[in-house]
């Protein structure tokens, strides 16, 4: 038995036993972290990966777009821009099962180039298309005749069944326009005599806009967005009405369906005759007056003229316009006094695809794929969709959200670094030890344990509606304003018309009475020709998140960085104030340089975590929706450009993976979207924590003591 | 490269080779530690020369101060007159208020935000320091300080030594090249990194960065030196070179030196201050402290009784 001579043998009793569970235990805790991060890293990157891998950098270099799915009858010969053709692969790795006979040609498509001349007159709809299809043209427009002819054309011969009222006016208008036999005809309708009571119903969007024209006296709780059809709103009658209306509002506000919201409490048929004047407008084009085309416009002609306004007379050239031929056919006959010089047909070869899809299948695709694909076969229609499944935000890539936030990302990393080096280098270096310190500090653990989404009401209150602006048209719903400097210029036609500024003539207005004037004439904005101060916030715009996730990360940035301060040995101050540096020279030269490399890492932790709030940019900075990148759009130029962008609202990654996975309905169409976003938005995550350690090593290794 | 090596074997080689230079008819290799008469003699002719009738560069006159708004004091009524061109020690067991003392003399206490002058006040050059037009700035100028713990910035050599000229705003090479090699060569450091200035200071020894941070204090050209104790940090060698340096830059800087170590007190000083608890025991010629102190608790601590 050596075992019984051995002093230091092995105790199998209890306690060796607790010993070794108490081990056992951590151990097992321990795992478990590892496995649970193995599980949520695995999980993203084996789904995400695929998505990334089958889109390849089209995921990168893409907006989020509506994916459409459609179920597609076999045909053969379909065209495609050969671009879209990609995303179309991309889209659908079982492509090859139906796709077959492809074959890449190339389609010449004619343009037309030109010059714009001065005196040019053009419809402002015509004008606004010229300028989507050439990209660096914005035309400022200084003056307007609303006597000024449009022009539109027919592609096919109409029939109009006028009545009598318009027709009246319509001859007033432009009695050359019509025919000289217009046989009149009376028909026998019915208007109906209504009583409503008093009270609150709710209604549909079609009911209201019925009911807009009658003389009924309602009042609406709130308004309807154009993008909410289905929505029901409270109305309020104040008051017991009678009211007559026409059959067609009566089917629209009181038919079967919403007789139970809108209580009637009697009605009555009152037979009533109306004249109609029937006439037929041959094909070819037509130039009239805007009131002329106004009334038409109510019968189905279609123009893209400003009838309220006319057409917009040009007063400088614009050069090198391109326009494909079809479109230059419709310009130069809806608009008969456009000047053109230097008229050239230009070709361009653009690769297309074309090939059979050999069974009935289901195809996937990108809006813009979609579009182009549709608009390339609708002459053939050969491309025949049976039936067509939408899914929001899963198609396309997640371009806008990276850059969203990424400017967020700059924009706070430069405010909390600027104010927090600052308030720290003050803490550490300047502020005595006391109370006031002590607050400080006391307020800055309070601000860190803030929750984020009370950050984000913070910003919305404070940056979003209340931050002070320096702006020439201030906004009616401002808290405060100051005016500051009398301004002479006024600000351009197109630009008052795009934004509706109210232009006040009289400038010695005070400020309410100003906003009340502008906001009575159904104005947000106002001009009369001074420079305020407004504290009207910076709506939601990267600016204002920007700001508030610098708010948010103020308390980690100034406790990291007066950790790295206080890091730098004593002896570094004393020797550089021994030598007869000032005290900022000292910090400056002996301090910030050595505590450089902690205030790197910091404020890199702080861009890891800024860039993963959700909370504090759902109100202040972040969309759902954005076909534009934040500079996209901008029609100003210049410095105004620049603060105009910082005022533009962006996508923002984290909001886009909520938006995907919360928001829309889940189905297999939209899940690649999601792991995929969540996979990228980890990638840049981690790359970013790397930088992070890889910088602070480099220079850890330069500044050590 | 000779004087180097027989430091490497004795520790007070060189010093005794320095003894040699100043005063060739001593006895080159007299044990310096176990004979004060050996530093009496050493001293013997500067105090004749200097001590005794030196000008006045520091003239401290009933100074009491605290470090805590004036609750209690930490030094008590001090007088004491530094000559110039001299090397004055302070010396006494710790806690006794020698480097608060050497640390008021460039207002480097101001760091301590309770701090305050009690009463007294100190003159250097004639001028009140603590008087309201007076600058920390200028003042620290004109007098510079090495630490205890020696504390090069973890820059290059050269940028070391050219930091106060840096921040005084001089920009131009040549000013800093010049400035550079001569108190590299004042701090007998130059032969050491000539071939190296670009490296980094911290890879010098101990000794070589304490000898650089003086070098980086006179590149300023300061009229006094104050040293708390700079060689506390050091090994023997290191010490011995650094005092020999000392003793070559009483030439032309009038040099305060903390020290806790009598033995280094007794080498290089001129005059020795003993501190006791605030307040100034006793001051002297460094022969008369040490050979004939008049007060009991002077006799007692240099004589190892206590402290």
């Keep these: 038995m050596g075992s019984s001579n051995n002093p230091f043998s092995k105790q199998r009793n209890s306690e060796h036993i607790k010993e070794t569970l108490v081990k056992l235990t951590f151990i097992v805790f321990t795992y478990l972290i590892i496995f649970a991060a193995l599980g949520i890293f695995g999980k993203i990157i084996y789904e995400g990966a695929p998505v990334l891998w089958q889109k390849g950098w089209s995921f990168f270099t893409k907006k989020p777009q509506t994916l459409f799915v459609n179920q597609v009858e076999k045909g053969e010969g379909i065209e495609i821009p050969a671009q879209n053709f990609d995303g179309l692969l991309a889209n659908n790795p079982d492509a090859d099962k139906w796709l077959t006979n492809v074959t890449e040609f190339e389609k010449t498509t004619e343009f037309i180039k030109f010059d714009l001349l001065s005196g040019s007159r053009i419809g402002s709809g015509y004008l606004g298309e010229l300028e989507s299809l050439n990209a660096d043209v914005y035309v400022l427009y200084t003056e307007r005749d609303t006597d000024a002819a449009v022009g539109f054309q027919l592609q096919a011969e109409k029939k109009i069944s006028m009545q009598q009222s318009d027709y009246v006016a319509l001859t007033k208008a432009d009695h050359k326009l019509l025919p000289a036999e217009t046989p009149e005809r009376t028909v026998n309708l019915s208007d109906f005599e209504l009583t409503i009571a008093a009270g609150e119903y709710p209604i549909g969007k079609d009911a209201h806009d019925a009911l807009v024209p009658t003389e009924l006296v309602f009042q609406m709780r709130q308004t309807f967005a154009d993008d909410e059809p289905d929505k029901i709103n409270l109305t309020l009658i104040p008051h017991e009405q009678t009211i007559t209306v026409s059959a067609d509002i009566y089917y629209a506000a009181f038919d079967e369906e919403e007789r139970g919201t809108l209580p009637v409490k009697s009605e009555q048929e009152v037979p009533v005759s109306r004249t109609f004047r029937d006439f037929t407008l041959a094909a070819g084009s037509y130039i009239t007056k805007p009131e002329a085309l106004s009334i038409l416009g109510k019968y189905g002609i279609q123009h893209q003229h400003d009838p309220l306004k006319g057409s917009i007379v040009l007063n400088k050239n614009i050069t090198g316009l391109t326009v494909p031929k079809d479109f230059w056919g419709i310009l130069t006959q809806a608009n008969p006094s456009l000047k053109t010089a230097n008229q050239s047909t230009v070709t361009a070869d653009t690769a297309y695809i074309r090939f059979d899809i050999s069974k009935d299948t289901e195809i996937l695709l990108d809006t813009e794929d979609r579009e182009s694909i549709a608009s390339a076969n609708e002459a053939t229609g050969k491309f025949v969709t049976t039936s067509e499944q939408t899914h929001s935000y899963s198609g396309g890539g997640v371009i806008g959200p990276i850059i969203g936030t990424g400017l967020l990302v700059i924009i706070c990393m430069l405010v909390a670094l600027f104010t927090g080096i600052a308030a720290s280098i003050f803490l550490n270096e300047y502020a005595r030890a006391g109370g006031f310190v002590k607050t400080i500090r006391l307020a800055m653990l309070n601000l860190a344990g803030v929750p984020s989404i009370v950050f984000g009401l913070f910003g919305l209150g404070l940056f979003v509606i209340l931050a002070p602006c320096v702006t020439s048209t201030p906004k009616t719903s401002s808290a405060m304003m100051v005016p500051l400097v009398k301004l002479g210029s006024k600000p351009e036609l197109r630009v008052c018309e795009q934004q509706h500024i109210y232009i006040c003539e009289k400038s010695n207005l005070s400020s309410s009475e100003l906003t009340t004037i502008a906001t009575a004439n159904g104005s947000k904005l106002v001009y009369d020709g001074w420079i305020w101060l407004s504290l009207q916030g910076w709506g939601t715009s990267i600016l204002a998140g920007g700001f508030t996730l610098a708010m948010m990360v103020l308390p980690v940035i100034i406790t990291s960085c007066e950790e790295s301060l206080s890091a730098v040995p004593m002896g570094f101050r004393e020797a550089s104030l021994a030598l007869g540096a000032s005290k900022w020279q000292s910090i400056r030269t002996a301090v910030l340089p050595y505590a450089f490399p902690g205030i790197l890492t910091a404020s890199v932790l702080g861009i890891t975590r800024v860039a993963g709030e959700t909370a504090p940019i759902m109100f202040t900075a972040a969309v759902a929706e954005k076909s534009e990148l934040p500079w996209e759009g901008l029609n100003s130029t210049g410095f105004d450009k620049f603060l105009d962008f910082l005022q533009s609202s962006a996508q923002a990654l984290p909001y886009h993976i909520y938006t995907v996975a919360g928001r829309i309905p889940q189905s297999e169409y939209t899940q690649p979207m999601q792991y995929g976003s969540v996979l990228v938005f980890m990638l840049i995550v981690m790359s970013f924590a790397a930088i992070s350690i890889w910088l602070r090593a480099r220079v850890r290794n330069k500044i050590k003591w | ?307």
């Excluded at chain 2, 001293?43 to 030196?54: C, F, V």
């Excluded at chain 2, 020696?150 to 106060?164: E, L, Q, R």
């Excluded at chain 2, 650094?242 to 170590?261: A, G, P, Y």
């Design chain 2, 1 to 307: 490269m000779n004087q180097q090596d027989s430091a490497n074997i004795d520790p007070t080689a060189t010093l005794s080779g320095q003894a040699v230079t100043a005063a060739p008819t001593e006895a080159p290799d007299a044990p310096l530690r176990q004979d004060p008469a050996h530093t009496e003699h050493l001293h013997a002719k500067s105090i004749t020369e200097n001590a005794l009738e030196g000008k006045t560069m520091i003239k401290i006159e009933d100074l009491s101060f605290s470090y805590d708004k004036g609750k209690t004091n930490t030094l008590r009524n001090i007088s004491l007159d530094i000559p110039e061109k001299q090397v004055t020690a302070f010396i006494g067991p710790s806690g006794c208020g020698k480097s608060t003392l050497i640390r008021c003399l460039n207002r480097m206490n101001d760091l301590v935000e309770t701090s305050c002058i009690t009463s007294g006040n100190i003159k250097i050059m004639g001028q009140d320091i603590h008087a309201k037009e007076v600058s920390a700035i200028e003042l620290r100028k004109q007098v510079g300080m090495v630490f205890q713990k020696y504390n090069p910035f973890p820059k290059s050599i050269y940028d070391n030594v050219a930091y106060g000229l840096r921040i005084q705003g001089i920009k131009k090479k040549s000013v800093l090249d010049e400035a550079v090699e001569r108190s590299l060569k004042n701090a007998a450091l130059w032969d050491e990194v000539k071939d190296r200035l670009k490296d980094s200071a911290l890879g010098l020894s101990g000794g070589q960065q304490q000898r650089l941070c003086i070098a980086r204090t006179i590149a300023v050209r300061p009229k006094v030196i104050l040293m708390d104790e700079p060689c506390s940090a050091l090994d023997p060698i290191a010490t011995a070179k650094v005092e020999e340096l000392m003793l070559e830059l009483r030439k032309d800087f009038t040099i305060v030196i903390v020290t806790h170590s009598m033995q280094q007190a007794s080498r290089i000083s001129d005059r020795t201050a003993f501190f006791y608890l605030g307040e100034l025991i006793e001051y002297g010629s460094t022969t008369h402290i040490f050979t004939n102190p008049t007060a009991k608790q002077t006799e007692d601590y240099i004589s190892g009784r206590f402290g």
